[in-house]
């Protein structure tokens, strides 16, 4: 099967000289032994991985396989050469052992082998790219020929038969709903001395401290200290709840002495940021103007240890007799991968229901980077937030399309860009691609599947039948970060979470550690309407271009890890993915080894081609380190991955297990929960915002 794989290598990154070719690139081009610059070795290295996968058939494969081994013995390329020599084991392995589990690959396989063999086929460019799809990528398949069917056939697919409304709908969000968002802070850029900064001197001289600190954690586009207020996120979507609550206010949906709570975790690169992200904060809502509407607390990795270490763990020893509470729980916390913070700021609620305000009954998160266009809500969708807020379905028990129960204890809503807001509030974020296939495109088209997913989930609007009586709503898979809520009751019962490890889609894998238990069923209720403006774009584009190649390399991870996780959560991983497709389930793939290495180096070509080869050498230097550490953890059947994912299945399990005994000893007057209790209002109340007086 491998002449098979090779043959189709080859067609693809043959030469393009010859005539009535499916060429879409020749890696020869950029096989130049000669070259001595890091960007010019960079670049013929991923070259010669390219040629050697397509095997014998090709005419430079000599010359790359010579380069490689010459590669493997320099000192400083060694591990990127190992990096490429070590994917076309994987590969070769890989695609020979899923031909021996699923014949339907194997002809899928030879089908695509034999239309590029036959040179009359390459002029007809969209079968040809349908056949390499339904290799690499089946789930982009038949979407451009038939995409209003597929759009009818997904609505189809997500459609519920609602049994039971809520009875007991949220009623006041102000009070019932907390409110959640991530921050992400990192040091000063290099380029700005500290004195240019307007931050006071006790900041000023931590700062000087921490910016020696080796750097833990890195994010996709962190709030940088000392950026400008128009720049910096957090102030500009706090703002934008306040003037969301303001109207809120203004309409009648929120009494005059209500503020509802915005509980804030701070990720840090640096630890010592622990220490100083509140005062940060502080002083910039004092220099910006203090809040009317909302009060705010920050969480950062040392507050959650303090939870752990004076609330959660002893509770966990006194009333569940478990000894290694402290470990079991070290899940629960802010820093490190975007999952950790994702799952905290869903658990933090039932935390807050117990110990500090018993009327929360659900928590709604948003992304600091977006805001409720509430004139544009009320006019287009006709109820602003808190209405959309109130629905019965948010909670309410259905039948899925399979007719197996499911409870919609969760709600999600959509976006809209602030430049497409102008045209409507239902238009897509993610439109359908129209324009020429990238290189890598051919392997993995996410955008196409994410286009369909969009349309058809979360651009849905219910008709005045569904509204007035009819049965028949929307669940969703596809969900994005922020514009998404659970109620109380369903966190505590379902026990929802994403693992720490994940660092990409956090939303998307939220879902998917509650889909394969059969007695469990949980989804998302769609909620036609609930829109948040996304502004990324508008207002922050200098933070997303210096990520652009980390968030790259980020979703090549998240290939791995998801393909991976899939495995450990059922044994059936067909029928889940079946269920998440085609968005989420696009990155569940059967040769995830093979689709990402092929996406690297046809990526990394593309950016030597069109000239970027600093950018070019970044991402080759960078995803050769994170792709390697990530095939180290997901290997074998007891992977890190697993052990990573049991541990935290059993580490949320106790921290839903302990607040309820915390609860019931509550409610008996228990001495030492009333002291827990206590101790953990006084920890809450450090992490109020103050916006006064610093």
């Given at each position: 099967?491998?002449?098979?794989?090779?043959?189709?290598?080859?067609?693809?990154?043959?030469?393009?000289?010859?005539?009535?070719?499916?060429?879409?690139?020749?890696?020869?081009?950029?096989?130049?032994?000669?070259?001595?610059?890091?960007?010019?070795?960079?670049?013929?290295?991923?070259?010669?991985?390219?040629?050697?996968?397509?095997?014998?058939?090709?005419?430079?494969?000599?010359?790359?396989?010579h380069f490689m081994a010459r590669m493997i013995e320099s000192s400083e390329w060694?591990?990127?050469?190992?990096?490429?020599?070590?994917?076309?084991?994987?590969?070769?392995?890989?695609?020979?052992?899923?031909?021996?589990?699923?014949?339907?690959?194997?002809?899928?396989?030879?089908?695509?082998?034999?239309?590029?063999?036959?040179?009359?086929?390459?002029?007809?460019?969209?079968?040809?790219?349908?056949?390499?799809?339904?290799?690499?990528?089946?789930?982009?398949?038949?979407?451009?020929?038939?995409?209003?069917?597929?759009?009818?056939?997904?609505?189809?697919?997500?459609?519920?038969?609602?049994?039971?409304?809520?009875?007991?709908?949220?009623?006041d969000p102000a009070r019932e709903i907390l409110f959640t968002s991530n921050v992400?802070?990192?040091?000063?850029?290099?380029?700005?001395?500290?004195?240019?900064?307007?931050?006071?001197?006790?900041?000023?001289?931590?700062?000087?401290?921490?910016?020696?600190?080796?750097?833990?954690?890195?994010?996709?586009?962190?709030?940088?200290?000392?950026?400008?207020?128009?720049?910096?996120?957090?102030?500009?979507?706090?703002?934008?709840?306040?003037?969301?609550?303001?109207?809120?206010?203004?309409?009648?949906?929120?009494?005059?002495?209500?503020?509802?709570?915005?509980?804030?975790?701070?990720?840090?690169?640096?630890?010592?940021?622990?220490?100083?992200?509140?005062?940060?904060?502080?002083?910039?809502?004092?220099?910006?103007?203090?809040?009317?509407?909302?009060?705010?607390?920050?969480?950062?990795?040392?507050?959650?240890?303090?939870?752990?270490?004076?609330?959660?763990?002893?509770?966990?020893?006194?009333?569940?007799?478990?000894?290694?509470?402290?470990?079991?729980?070290?899940?629960?916390?802010?820093?490190?991968?975007?999952?950790?913070?994702?799952?905290?700021?869903?658990?933090?609620?039932?935390?807050?229901?117990?110990?500090?305000?018993?009327?929360?009954?659900?928590?709604?998160?948003?992304?600091?980077?977006?805001?409720?266009?509430?004139?544009?809500?009320?006019?287009?969708?006709?109820?602003?937030?808190?209405?959309?807020?109130?629905?019965?379905?948010?909670?309410?028990?259905?039948?899925?399309?399979?007719?197996?129960?499911?409870?919609?204890?969760?709600?999600?809503?959509?976006?809209?860009?602030?430049?497409?807001?102008?045209?409507?509030?239902?238009?897509?974020?993610?439109?359908?691609?129209?324009?020429?296939?990238?290189?890598?495109?051919?392997?993995?088209?996410?955008?196409?599947?994410?286009?369909?997913?969009?349309?058809?989930?979360?651009?849905?609007?219910?008709?005045?039948?569904?509204?007035?009586?009819?049965?028949?709503?929307?669940?969703?898979?596809?969900?994005?970060?922020?514009?998404?809520?659970?109620?109380?009751?369903?966190?505590?019962?379902?026990?929802?979470?994403?693992?720490?490890?994940?660092?990409?889609?956090?939303?998307?894998?939220?879902?998917?550690?509650?889909?394969?238990?059969?007695?469990?069923?949980?989804?998302?209720?769609?909620?036609?309407?609930?829109?948040?403006?996304?502004?990324?774009?508008?207002?922050?584009?200098?933070?997303?271009?210096?990520?652009?190649?980390?968030?790259?390399?980020?979703?090549?991870?998240?290939?791995?890890?998801?393909?991976?996780?899939?495995?450990?959560?059922?044994?059936?991983?067909?029928?889940?993915?079946?269920?998440?497709?085609?968005?989420?389930?696009?990155?569940?793939?059967?040769?995830?080894?093979?689709?990402?290495?092929?996406?690297?180096?046809?990526?990394?070509?593309?950016?030597?081609?069109?000239?970027?080869?600093?950018?070019?050498?970044?991402?080759?230097?960078?995803?050769?380190?994170?792709?390697?550490?990530?095939?180290?953890?997901?290997?074998?059947?007891?992977?890190?991955?697993?052990?990573?994912?049991?541990?935290?299945?059993?580490?949320?399990?106790?921290?839903?297990?302990?607040?309820?005994?915390?609860?019931?000893?509550?409610?008996?007057?228990?001495?030492?929960?009333?002291?827990?209790?206590?101790?953990?209002?006084?920890?809450?109340?450090?992490?109020?915002?103050?916006?006064?007086?610093?």
């Amino acid at each position: 099967m491998i002449k098979l794989f090779e043959s189709i290598i080859s067609t693809l990154i043959g030469s393009r000289e010859e005539k009535d070719t499916f060429s879409i690139f020749d890696p020869a081009e950029q096989l130049d032994e000669e070259r001595t610059d890091n960007a010019g070795i960079a670049q013929a290295l991923n070259a010669a991985f390219l040629i050697t996968l397509a095997g014998s058939i090709h005419p430079a494969l000599e010359r790359a396989k010579h380069f490689m081994a010459r590669m493997i013995e320099s000192s400083e390329w060694v591990e990127v050469a190992r990096f490429y020599m070590n994917g076309i084991n994987l590969i070769h392995r890989e695609i020979e052992d899923v031909c021996k589990q699923d014949p339907n690959f194997v002809d899928r396989l030879r089908n695509l082998s034999e239309w590029l063999s036959n040179k009359e086929n390459m002029n007809n460019t969209e079968e040809t790219t349908e056949k390499i799809w339904s290799v690499f990528f089946p789930e982009a398949n038949g979407i451009l020929a038939n995409t209003q069917e597929r759009i009818k056939a997904l609505r189809a697919k997500r459609t519920v038969n609602i049994m039971k409304l809520n009875t007991t709908p949220i009623t006041d969000p102000a009070r019932e709903i907390l409110f959640t968002s991530n921050v992400l802070l990192t040091i000063p850029p290099a380029s700005k001395s500290l004195d240019e900064i307007p931050l006071s001197d006790h900041l000023r001289e931590k700062l000087l401290e921490i910016i020696r600190e080796p750097q833990l954690y890195w994010y996709d586009h962190p709030i940088q200290i000392g950026i400008e207020p128009e720049k910096n996120e957090v102030l500009y979507g706090i703002r934008g709840l306040d003037a969301a609550l303001e109207f809120e206010r203004d309409r009648g949906n929120m009494s005059s002495d209500t503020k509802p709570i915005c509980v804030l975790s701070v990720s840090v690169t640096h630890r010592g940021l622990q220490g100083i992200a509140k005062r940060y904060l502080e002083e910039e809502f004092l220099r910006s103007g203090s809040l009317k509407n909302i009060d705010i607390y920050v969480f950062t990795g040392a507050d959650t240890q303090r939870i752990i270490d004076e609330i959660l763990a002893p509770a966990a020893e006194h009333y569940l007799q478990c000894e290694d509470a402290k470990e079991l729980l070290s899940m629960f916390g802010v820093d490190g991968e975007y999952g950790r913070h994702y799952s905290f700021l869903k658990a933090i609620a039932a935390f807050w229901s117990i110990f500090i305000q018993p009327e929360i009954r659900a928590t709604f998160k948003i992304d600091l980077d977006q805001v409720f266009p509430q004139d544009e809500l009320v006019e287009q969708a006709g109820a602003s937030a808190f209405e959309h807020f109130k629905t019965p379905l948010w909670g309410a028990y259905s039948l899925d399309s399979n007719g197996k129960p499911l409870e919609l204890g969760m709600i999600a809503g959509a976006l809209v860009d602030k430049k497409d807001i102008g045209k409507s509030l239902f238009t897509p974020d993610v439109p359908f691609p129209k324009r020429e296939l990238y290189l890598d495109e051919y392997i993995f088209f996410s955008a196409l599947p994410q286009a369909l997913s969009t349309e058809a989930e979360m651009m849905t609007r219910y008709t005045m039948d569904q509204r007035d009586g009819k049965r028949t709503f929307i669940q969703r898979i596809h969900v994005t970060g922020g514009t998404n809520g659970i109620l109380v009751d369903s966190l505590r019962r379902y026990r929802p979470f994403t693992p720490s490890f994940i660092g990409r889609a956090e939303d998307q894998a939220y879902i998917l550690s509650v889909l394969p238990n059969p007695d469990k069923k949980l989804g998302y209720v769609h909620k036609d309407g609930l829109i948040m403006r996304h502004d990324k774009e508008v207002f922050a584009q200098e933070t997303i271009q210096p990520a652009h190649v980390a968030k790259l390399v980020g979703d090549y991870v998240r290939i791995l890890y998801f393909s991976a996780y899939a495995k450990v959560l059922t044994d059936d991983v067909a029928k889940l993915k079946d269920t998440i497709d085609p968005f989420t389930g696009c990155f569940i793939s059967r040769i995830p080894t093979t689709v990402v290495y092929l996406r690297f180096g046809l990526k990394a070509a593309s950016f030597f081609a069109a000239g970027k080869e600093d950018k070019g050498l970044e991402f080759i230097k960078i995803g050769a380190k994170r792709i390697m550490n990530a095939l180290d953890f997901i290997r074998g059947e007891n992977s890190v991955l697993k052990k990573y994912y049991e541990k935290e299945r059993l580490g949320w399990s106790l921290y839903y297990d302990t607040l309820s005994a915390i609860e019931d000893a509550l409610k008996n007057g228990d001495h030492f929960a009333l002291e827990l209790c206590k101790e953990a209002k006084s920890i809450i109340s450090r992490c109020f915002i103050r916006f006064g007086s610093i």
